[in-house]
C-alpha cells in the first residue's frame, strides 16, 4: 500500500530488479557497486550468499530495490541446498526487471535448461549482463554475447565489469529506464536494506569464515545472532553475541582450533568488519555449537528463514 507524498514527483520511478546466475558469477559485487554499500558477502568461494538481499538505491526521481539471489544450485545436495534454489524462482514471480548475470571467463556457461526456458518465457523486461570482461579479451567478448544472443530472449545485453565499474553507468540508466512510473515502496531518506541489521552482522561473521577457513567448513557454517544490544548511557559499545551452528563435532574443533587460535582470529577479524559498518566499537562474542545435518533440518531452516 503506498502514501505517495505530494513531494513525489509525478513521473517518479520505482520497481524490483532482481539478479540471477550461477554460483560466483559475480552477482553480490553487482549489488554491492551499484548500490555503493556492502550490503551482500562476497568472497573467492562459490554459493556465498544463501538468502535474498534486497539493497535500495534512491535517486531523485527513482528507487530500485535490488535483490542479490543465492547461486543456481544445480544439483543440490541438502535440504537447504533446494531452499537456496527456491530463493531464486521467487525472484521471477516479483521482477519489474529480471537480470541474468553471466561469468565472461567461463565461455560456454549458461543456465540450466530448466532455468532458461523459464527465463525466456517471463513476461517482463530482461536484461543479461556478461560480467568480468576486463579478465577476458575483447574477441572472446564479442563471441560471448552473440552466443547469448542467439540462446536468450532479453530486452538488453550488456558486457560489465562490476569490480572496475566498466559499463555500470549505462547499466543503472537501462535500469530507470526501463521502471515503472511508481512512487517509491520505502522511505527514501533512511532505507538501505528491508532487511533488519542482525541479518548482516550474521552476514559479515559468515563473511570472514569463507575467508578464513578451508574446504567443507565455510558451507557446513550458518550463524545466528542470538544478542544484539545498542550503545546506552551505561556502555558505548554494541554488544553482540553470535552462535556458529556447525553440523559436526570434528568441524567445531576446526573453527575453534588450537588453544581457541582460529576463533580469537576470526572474532578479531569479523569485529573490525562490524566496527567499521557501524561505527562504533563493538563487543563480539563468537560460540560454537554442533547441530548435527541442520542443512537437511527443515524445521531448523525454517527457523533460519529458508524457504521450504
Not at 90 to 117: N, Y
Request: glycine residues 4%.
Amino acid at each position: 500500500m503506498h502514501n505517495p507524498s505530494s513531494e513525489i514527483p509525478q513521473d517518479h520511478k520505482a520497481g524490483f530488479v532482481n539478479i540471477i546466475g550461477k554460483p560466483n558469477v559475480g552477482k553480490s559485487t553487482l549489488v554491492n557497486a551499484l548500490i555503493g554499500e556492502p550490503l551482500s558477502v562476497i568472497t573467492p568461494k562459490a554459493q556465498t550468499t544463501r538468502h535474498r538481499i534486497k539493497g535500495i538505491l534512491n535517486g531523485e526521481n527513482y528507487q530500485i530495490i535490488f535483490s542479490d539471489t543465492p547461486g543456481i544450485v544445480e544439483n543440490p545436495g541438502y535440504a537447504m541446498h533446494k531452499a537456496m534454489n527456491q530463493f531464486v524462482k521467487s525472484a521471477f514471480e516479483d521482477a519489474d526487471i529480471l537480470l541474468w548475470v553471466v561469468d565472461a571467463t567461463r565461455p560456454k556457461e549458461t543456465l540450466p535448461k530448466s532455468w532458461l526456458e523459464a527465463f525466456n518465457k517471463l513476461d517482463v523486461t530482461k536484461f543479461v549482463v556478461l560480467n568480468k570482461v576486463d579478465a577476458v579479451d575483447r574477441s572472446s567478448v564479442e563471441a560471448q554475447l552473440l552466443r547469448l544472443k542467439s540462446q536468450v530472449q532479453a530486452e538488453l545485453f550488456l558486457d560489465i565489469s562490476a569490480t572496475t565499474g566498466y559499463h555500470l553507468p549505462e547499466l543503472l540508466q537501462a535500469i530507470i529506464d526501463h521502471l515503472p512510473n511508481f512512487p517509491p515502496y520505502y522511505p527514501k531518506d533512511e532505507t538501505l536494506s528491508d532487511l533488519p541489521l542482525r541479518f548482516f552482522i550474521a552476514e559479515m561473521i559468515r563473511e570472514q569464515i569463507f575467508f578464513l577457513y578451508r574446504e567443507e567448513i565455510p558451507y557446513s557454517t550458518e550463524v545466528v545472532i542470538e544478542t544484539f544490544k545498542e550503545p546506552d548511557d551505561e556502555s558505548k559499545h554494541y554488544r553482540i553475541r553470535a552462535i556458529i551452528y556447525v553440523a559436526r563435532p570434528s568441524q567445531k574443533h576446526i573453527l575453534i582450533g588450537k588453544g581457541g587460535q582460529a576463533i580469537k582470529q576470526l572474532g578479531i577479524r569479523a569485529r573490525q568488519r562490524i566496527e567499521h559498518y557501524l561505527g562504533a566499537p563493538v563487543y563480539l562474542e563468537l560460540y560454537v555449537k554442533v547441530l548435527k545435518n541442520w542443512r537437511d533440518d527443515q524445521k531448523l531452516l525454517q527457523k533460519l528463514g529458508y524457504p521450504l
